[in-house]
T-cell receptor, first 113, second 113 residues
Framework: DTAVSQTPKYLVTQMGNDKSIKCEQN?????MYWYKQDSKKFLKIMFS???????INETVPNRFSPKSPDKAHLNLHINSLELGDSAVYFC????????????FGPGTRLTVT | QKEVEQNSGPLSVPEGAIASLNCTYS??????FFWYRQYSGKSPELIMS????GDKEDGRFTAQLNKASQYVSLLIRDSQPSDSATYLC?????????????FGKGTKLSVIP
């Protein structure tokens, strides 16, 4: 199936730990994104990469670090997790090159205890 | 601050009726507009994109854009219980970069059988 996939689907961890979320798309898109959806369901952009180059870096604590090893993968590493980081994190991709429609992965529900 | 606004609802309509969802945006220069549907516990799913003033129809869905009045709406004809979800309006705001979507907080739609 062509899609945007994320692992893991659920992540439960303690404060202070470091964790990573992985995203892969096989749609042949050039641009990938990380979004955070908080408990009030508000969806907000965190980062975007276009062809492995960081193009959007919103005001996000520097404990969050995205990495794009190639244009099909975008990972999110979070250091020193805090309670407020609990949320659902969505990866998305778009074709780029003048096409802006974004397609979302299934999400990773992060719970920090 | 540039933003996208939606009535949070819930909007309740009887089965078979027309559901009308509205969205206003603050940036007059915005050019690209999207509607996403999000079922509870699932990821946002793109259902419509619209770039020009007027109506765009796709099956039971019609998106309407009025750039002069800075609003975009989504009509769902013959509403079905399966349409019950939160509908997110998203806009690429001018000056935000071609790839950055700004989402409204969503309108929760409930279709009553």
């Amino acid at each position: 199936d062509t899609a945007v996939s994320q692992t893991p689907k659920y992540l439960v961890t303690q404060m202070g730990n470091d964790k990573s979320i992985k995203c892969e798309q096989n749609l042949g898109h050039d641009t990938m994104y990380w979004y955070k959806q908080d408990s009030k369901k508000f969806l907000k952009i965190m980062f975007s990469y276009n062809n492995k180059e960081l193009i959007i870096n919103e005001t996000v604590p520097n404990r969050f670090s995205p990495k794009s090893p190639d244009k099909a993968h975008l990972n999110l590493h979070i250091n020193s997790l805090e309670l407020g980081d609990s949320a659902v994190y969505f990866c998305a991709s778009s074709q780029g090159r003048g096409s802006y429609e974004q397609y979302f992965g299934p999400g990773t529900r992060l719970t920090v205890t | 601050q540039k933003e996208v606004e939606q009535n949070s609802g819930p909007l309740s309509v009887p089965e078979g009726a027309i559901a009308s969802l509205n969205c206003t945006y603050s940036d007059r220069g915005s050019q690209s507009f999207f509607w996403y549907r999000q079922y509870s516990g699932k990821s946002p799913e793109l259902i419509m994109s619209i770039y020009s003033n007027g109506d765009k129809e796709d099956g039971r869905f019609t998106a309407q854009l009025n750039k002069a009045s800075q609003y975009v709406s989504l009509l769902i004809r013959d509403s079905q219980p399966s349409d019950s979800a939160t509908y997110l309006c998203a806009v690429i705001l001018s000056g935000a970069g071609s790839y950055q979507l700004t989402f409204g907080k969503g309108t929760k739609l409930s279709v009553i059988p």
